[in-house]
């Protein structure tokens, strides 16, 4: 599978956002994995003007840039939080998604990647991204704000990208604002 550096960031923790009594959370445990066949390379993500003008937009645009925070202890399955339920359509396996996102090293909270502070929205085909968005993002809805917690082997394992920030065998964390699906 293939998606890279600009698919760091997808899950996170904690994120100060939407309202808490309306959020859901799914827990996914892992089947373990060297991480490497999860790897992904910045050619399976592109810039995103598809979902700059989807009626999402501008609703998560005003939401704005999420916090997102630490994880105590390890992250030892997929952990998705709903943060805002969206009310568009909802993101299948092969689908290819628009998305603004955060993504942080789970036990520090750092911030290795935000599309907020790039060039806005960026397309993932869900079929050619780590593990973790492949599956953390499958029914999420346009217009909703997720957060995943990610086990290193549903991310980058011992292999993360060259120059990420991303440690080896680190747990990720990162907050998506779904734009649209196509």
Request: hydrophobic content about 40%; aromatic content about 4%.
């Amino acid at each position: 599978a293939a998606a890279g550096v600009a698919v760091l960031a997808l899950s996170g923790v904690a994120a100060s956002c939407g309202d808490d009594s309306a959020s859901t959370t799914t827990s996914i445990k892992s089947q373990g994995g060297s991480g490497s066949d999860t790897s992904t390379t910045a050619s399976g993500s592109s810039k995103a003007n598809s979902g700059a003008d989807s009626e999402f937009a501008k609703e998560v645009e005003a939401r704005g840039e999420p916090t997102v925070a630490k994880v105590d202890g390890p992250v030892t399955e997929l952990k998705i939080t709903d943060d805002v339920v969206g009310t568009g359509a909802a993101a299948a396996a092969d689908s290819t998604v628009t998305a603004q996102y955060v993504g942080a090293v789970a036990n520090t909270g750092e911030v290795f990647q935000s599309s907020w502070k790039m060039d806005g929205a960026i397309d993932f085909p869900l079929n050619q991204v780590i593990e973790g968005w492949s599956k953390g993002l499958v029914g999420m809805k346009e217009g909703g704000r997720r957060t995943v917690v990610i086990p290193a082997e549903m991310a980058y394992g011992a292999n993360p990208p060259q120059g990420s920030g991303i440690p080896a065998n680190a747990d990720l964390v990162f907050t998506v604002d779904l734009v649209k699906v196509s």
